[in-house]
């Protein structure tokens, strides 16, 4: 009788060693991943713009605005060694962006320098600092979807520009409540080719636009990996 | 000697497996460590001037890119995996918007930003935390036309407030990395100039604002 009561107190015994084991971790948490991300934060626009009148006579203006852009993403994360990490991912992003010079008297006429979209594709290479926690940096290619307008301010056009540009950033990733999901803060400079398009003067003869954009963009995403 | 084994095998296994659970964590300790920071930061902003003039009226958002950097010094007070750090800030500016309609050039500067600000704090991990940044400015702001809609060449200070996120973790011991995104918006300023026209007045009115990604160092006294 007391030889059974020792056992089964060897065996719950051994059963609560083993709980304990269990939630200790011991296994790994996988890394290496596909995973999908949603998007919003705040971004500035700036837009170096010009028009060429003549040969050495110009007008520049720094145009620039702040407003909202929100998208997702889908990426792949691996683990090089046990502390660095790499990840890719095609993103994009809407954008409400709009840089303007208007006039108040007058015919009451603006020149207007429009985001309204951008996607591409970027290299995370990262470092885990803690357990969940990753900091890394972004290296990408955007392609970005603008519009000018002017109706008379300093001429007239009404075109949509197509650019590609290079995209750098640095973000930290750090577990969320639940498991799979993480949240990451990003803040991304990317600069877009120079743009020249062909407009008309106020005596309706050609007149260069030349548009030179760039964003600076801090964002939050909140990320679900399939592991 | 069998009785003796198993009731000492079974007191090894109960005991290891108690040490076991004190090693997982206890759920009721502060991951937020109290004490006195100071801290160097180093970014890049983008400053948003919505300029308006009233001779011939017209407006003008302009903006620039540029560097910033600087530092801060605060107190952190944590409570489980809540906190609260107080902090004031002085960042040097290199941002500078300009219009020229040639020869003319009508630039806008700031030349730096200091202030107060709360920072209410959520420890992820025991090594990360997420936080909220509200808090006072006052900017150095600088404006000088020399022909493009008159005549100016003023510095002013102006009141503002900010807003953020960001994300500390710890690098090693005492030193944590951290990265902010944060936003100001300073008020509105209308300074009297001369117009292009002699006699006649300019009144430029300017509203300033940033949008800044921050990396620091920061060095805690704990």
Same mark, same amino acid.
């Given at each position: 009788m007391i030889m059974h009561i020792r056992l089964c107190f060897f065996g719950v015994a051994l059963l609560c060693s083993s709980v304990f084991a269990g939630t200790m971790g011991a296994r790994i948490k996988p890394y290496n991943g596909l995973y999908i991300g949603g998007d919003i934060g705040v971004a500035n626009f700036l837009d170096k713009e010009s028009t060429l009148y003549a040969p050495g006579t110009y007008d520049k203006h720094q145009l620039s605005a702040t407003g909202l852009v929100g998208g997702g993403m889908i990426g792949y994360d691996v683990s090089i060694t046990d502390r660095i990490k790499l990840g890719i991912e095609g993103f994009i992003n809407g954008t409400a962006l709009n840089g303007a010079a208007e006039q108040k008297? @007058?015919?009451f006429v603006s020149f207007n320098a429009h985001m309204r979209y951008n996607a591409g594709v970027r290299l995370l290479p990262g470092?885990?600092?803690?357990? @969940?926690t990753i900091g890394h940096i972004l290296l990408g290619y955007s392609y970005g979807k603008f519009n000018v307008k002017d109706n008379g301010d300093y001429g007239y056009i009404n075109t949509d520009i197509s650019n590609n540009g290079f995209q750098a950033g640095l973000g930290i990733k750090v577990p969320c409540f639940i498991q799979n999901l993480s949240l990451r803060g990003d803040m991304l400079y990317t600069t877009y080719g120079a743009n020249n398009s062909l407009g008309l003067s106020s005596t309706f003869t050609p007149l260069n636009y030349h548009d030179n954009f760039a964003t600076l963009e801090g964002s939050l995403s909140l990320i679900y990996k399939f592991l | 000697m069998k009785n003796v084994l198993t009731t000492v095998s079974s007191l090894c296994l109960i005991h290891s497996s108690l040490s076991i659970a004190g090693v997982m964590?206890?759920?009721?300790?502060?991951w937020i460590r109290n004490g006195f920071y100071v801290a160097g930061e180093i970014g890049v902003a983008g400053l948003v001037d919505k300029e308006s003039h009233s001779l011939s009226p017209e407006t003008h958002q302009l903006g620039a890119l540029g560097i910033i950097g600087g530092g801060y010094i605060g107190y952190e007070y944590g409570m489980k995996r809540y906190g609260m750090a107080l902090e004031f800030f002085a960042d040097g500016t290199g941002l500078n918007a300009a219009i020229t309609h040639q020869p003319y050039t009508y630039h806008h500067n700031q030349n730096y930003d200091l202030g107060v600000r709360v920072l209410p704090e959520y420890a992820f991990t025991p090594n990360t935390t997420g936080h909220v940044v509200l808090g006072y400015t006052n900017g150095r702001f600088h404006i000088a036309d020399n022909g493009v809609y008159g005549y100016i060449n003023t510095d002013y200070n102006k009141s503002g407030f900010q807003t953020g996120l960001g994300f500390t973790t710890i690098l090693q011991g005492n030193v944590t990395l951290r990265l902010d995104a944060i936003y100001d918006i300073y008020g509105s300023q209308t300074n009297a100039g001369l117009g292009v026209t002699p006699g006649t007045i300019q009144f430029y009115t300017n509203t300033f604002s940033t949008l800044a990604g921050e990396f620091s160092l920061i060095y805690k006294f704990s």
């Open positions: 008297y @007058g015919d470092f885990e600092f803690s357990p @969940g | 964590g206890n759920v009721d300790s502060n």
